[in-house]
């Protein structure tokens, strides 16, 4: 039985034709009937479109009509539905952000790729560092800092010379950028059970801010909390013999 294909697609003109193009041959499911939703655009749609069916058991198959595409497919018109069939499937689960400004507001939101805290003004940002409430940094003096996902970990973790981290490895990448204290601190790995903190030291003269997945931010921050939330999963469809572990692994050796 052929799936009910449910099309979403960017506001890039490309990803807008194709939808044409696609919704024409294989028509467009009702969103409660779907089996499956094929992602037309670039690696922020699909992030974006993972965050809106964060509620949804549905599988996500995407097709780049953006410019890297890490997480979408090759795009093509022909045989759809037996690259669906043959797909393969890999699982993620995001993390959540716990920020509190400087105001005692809160404010929570899920990251698919990473948290990120990044300072505000022009000098470097001063955190406290604890793992599931112990210290393990007094003070790191940098220009930010971020907990990624192995899904995220080729992303702004990698760009700040984080580790790249196998699918289904359980683990979660600490990465500072640009590190001025402690100078040979290169980060670290933590199981993905662990609860990080970081607490912003002198947020008024340092001020911080925090961000989920670019999508949620929240300036002057004094402290932010990133665990991951096994609760949610994300389905995500790729080409056979060419799943997010391969591409994991092939990223490492360009």
Same mark, same amino acid.
């Given at each position: 039985m052929k799936p009910r294909i449910r099309f979403?697609?960017?506001?890039?003109?490309?990803?807008?034709?194709?939808?044409?193009? $696609?919704?024409?041959?294989?028509?467009?499911?009702?969103?409660?009937?779907?089996?499956?939703?094929?992602?037309?655009?670039?690696?922020?749609?699909?992030?974006?479109? $993972?965050?809106?069916?964060?509620?949804?058991?549905?599988?996500?198959?995407?097709?780049?009509?953006g410019t890297i595409g890490f997480l979408m497919n090759g795009y093509a018109e022909d045989a759809l539905f037996e690259r669906l069939a043959a797909a393969e499937e890999a699982k993620i689960n995001p993390l959540a952000m716990r920020a509190e400004n400087a105001r005692g507001k809160v404010t929570e939101a899920l990251a698919i790729n990473e948290v990120s805290l990044l300072r505000q003004g022009s000098q470097a940002a001063k955190l406290r560092v604890l793992i599931d409430g112990r210290?393990?940094?007094?003070?790191?003096?940098?220009?930010?800092?971020?907990?990624?996902?192995?899904?995220?970990?080729?992303?702004?973790?990698?760009?700040?010379?984080?580790?790249?981290?196998?699918?289904?490895?359980?683990?979660?990448?600490?990465?500072?950028?640009?590190?001025?204290?402690?100078?040979?601190?290169?980060?670290?790995v933590l199981p993905n059970s662990a609860r990080v903190r970081f607490e912003v030291l002198d947020p008024?003269?340092?001020?911080?801010?925090?961000?989920?997945?670019?999508?949620?931010?929240v300036r002057d921050v004094v402290s932010v909390e990133v665990?991951?939330?096994?609760?949610i999963t994300h389905r995500l469809l790729f080409d056979a013999g060419h799943g997010l572990e391969e591409r994991l692994i092939g990223e490492q050796f360009i």
């Amino acid at each position: 039985m052929k799936p009910r294909i449910r099309f979403t697609a960017s506001r890039a003109a490309a990803a807008s034709a194709a939808f044409k193009r $696609l919704t024409a041959i294989y028509g467009q499911a009702e969103a409660r009937r779907a089996d499956v939703i094929v992602a037309l655009g670039g690696d922020g749609f699909m992030l974006h479109t $993972l965050h809106a069916q964060s509620k949804s058991d549905l599988p996500v198959y995407g097709m780049n009509c953006g410019t890297i595409g890490f997480l979408m497919n090759g795009y093509a018109e022909d045989a759809l539905f037996e690259r669906l069939a043959a797909a393969e499937e890999a699982k993620i689960n995001p993390l959540a952000m716990r920020a509190e400004n400087a105001r005692g507001k809160v404010t929570e939101a899920l990251a698919i790729n990473e948290v990120s805290l990044l300072r505000q003004g022009s000098q470097a940002a001063k955190l406290r560092v604890l793992i599931d409430g112990r210290e393990r940094l007094a003070e790191l003096a940098c220009d930010g800092a971020l907990v990624a996902t192995p899904a995220g970990s080729t992303a702004y973790n990698y760009s700040a010379h984080g580790p790249i981290l196998p699918i289904g490895s359980d683990v979660l990448a600490l990465t500072a950028m640009s590190a001025f204290r402690p100078r040979r601190w290169r980060g670290a790995v933590l199981p993905n059970s662990a609860r990080v903190r970081f607490e912003v030291l002198d947020p008024a003269k340092r001020p911080v801010m925090a961000d989920a997945d670019s999508r949620s931010s929240v300036r002057d921050v004094v402290s932010v909390e990133v665990f991951s939330v096994p609760e949610i999963t994300h389905r995500l469809l790729f080409d056979a013999g060419h799943g997010l572990e391969e591409r994991l692994i092939g990223e490492q050796f360009i």
